[in-house]
């Protein structure tokens, strides 16, 4: 996994702050899901403005019939894991989903993100049905994330 800071002309033209990659050469566990940590450290003060994906191409394993996509926040007493994208299909095998936006609580009902009040962590978790991740062969997906510290405004 790789994870970027985006440049400030990258970030003028997209609205986005970090850049991570994740590519099926990153899945380790024998299980059915696997979390990634995205960014670390958020506290009060930090907000969360925008989420978003692309599949650059879609995920393949033997017996994979679905990976889901979900990104959220591991706070020391709240969590939502799917908090910021809530269920995105990966699998060639599903119906994969090339790209959205932040569909999950966040974003809902006219909010504009996720403020953490304790520190917490942006994590990235994949969930497959059918065999553990660890038999991914290919895939890879880029997660857009807009983050910006109010405390240095």
Known sequence: ???????????????????????????????????????????????VKEAAFRLVSGFVGADVTALKLDVGWNGASVDDPDGLLDNYELATAGTEILSGDGNGAAFATLRTGFSPQEVATLEATFTATGANVSVLTAGEVHIFLSVVNLLKM
Do not use: N, P, W, Y
Not at 25 to 38: C, I, W
């Open 1 to 47: 996994m790789k994870i970027t800071k985006l440049s400030a002309e990258e970030t003028r033209e997209s609205g986005f702050t970090h850049k991570a990659i994740i590519t099926f050469a990153d899945f380790s566990a024998a299980a059915v899901t696997q979390v990634f940590t995205l960014i670390s450290g958020l506290v009060a003060g930090f907000l």
